[in-house]
């Protein structure tokens, strides 16, 4: 045996090693929080009960500001690859959503998803490529930003404690930080060449992940995005900035109805403070502990409206209730769509990629 294939029978042995250990600290993080530290806050009969005494108005209210945010992620999507329809937008979303929001490390399976959906609708490797970077650093340049806008509005009205304060100016770094490393990539060649290499490193890292190839001359190909980049931010950009901010604040607005309809009034917890809890929450579902930050974010917001003054229970019941619209509900529709991509053949403009059936390989046996 050749020390290459050594070295490959090797990883093979520690990356389902890696995938079990992933998923029993995931199952074990999701636990701990729904089962002993939920239940402390406020006790679940006491929550339910909160829930099933809205009104059929308050709930159809919460289901219409669920399907307008759909809408708002499938046309940021929209904006960043050019040539994308709204239902194809819509299939690849919630597709790639859901398979995110179900396994550990879903957002690597994910991104080999999002190349194999788009890949087969005839899409080129390179504005696929152009379109996730896009969108990514959107995201988080307003997950950055979020937190930093919310505690000036907080100041600006005398809502703003010590501790908040401190959070902020480190949010400011933070934001600063990331636009002046965009902001090079974009100014200096060779600057995007070396970042093009570190990213190659870790995308590799992430394709392994799900059994495909690693990939090669990132470096040559940062030097060309940062060209179709700025192509794409100067033609685009305020469409792109637009659809990104409205599917955040579409979000956010989803949590504050939540909380309104079952109790918790402007006296109790502000709106402006709900968004401050929003948004570091937000951050927080950067963590690739559990899938889609499960039990992560519940805690985080259940934790910051508590503090701001909120009722247990109700807080409780809101949280609950806006992460089930807004998390629970996409799993069973990117189910639907995964099942429209493989049987509506009228959208394809090539075969299925190869390595489709890898990836979902490698999702069935990430889940198992």
Known sequence: MTRSTTETV???RRWPVKRVVQTVISIAVVVGIFVFAIPKIADYSAVWKTIS??????????VLATIFNLFTYWWANMAALPGLTLGRAAVVTQTTTSVSNTL??????????TYSILGSWGFERGAISLYVLVTGIWNIFLKLALPVISLGLLAATG??????????????GFLLAAVVLFGLMLWKKSFASRIGDRL????????????RPAVSGWGEAAVRFRRETIDLVAKRWGWITFTTVLSHLALYFI?????????????????LQVLAVFAFGRLISALPITPGGLGLIEFGYIGGLVAAGGGKAQVVAAVLLFRTLTYGVQIPIGGFTYMIWRRKRDWRKVSPPSGTSGTSEAATATAS
């Open 159 to 172: 809502q703003l404690t010590s501790s908040l304060l401190i959070a902020a100016v480190i949010g400011v």
């Open 104 to 113: 550990p490390a879903g957002g690597a399976v994910g991104v080999g998803l």
């Open 200 to 211: 190659g490193r870790i995308v590799s890292f992430l394709l392994r992940l799900v059994r």
């Open 255 to 271: 949590l504050l109805l939540s909380l309104r309809h079952v109790g918790v009034s402007e006296h109790e917890v502000s709106a």
């Open 10 to 12: 090797e990883r093979s």
């Open 53 to 62: 005494s809205m009104t059929w108005l308050e709930l159809t209210t919460l």
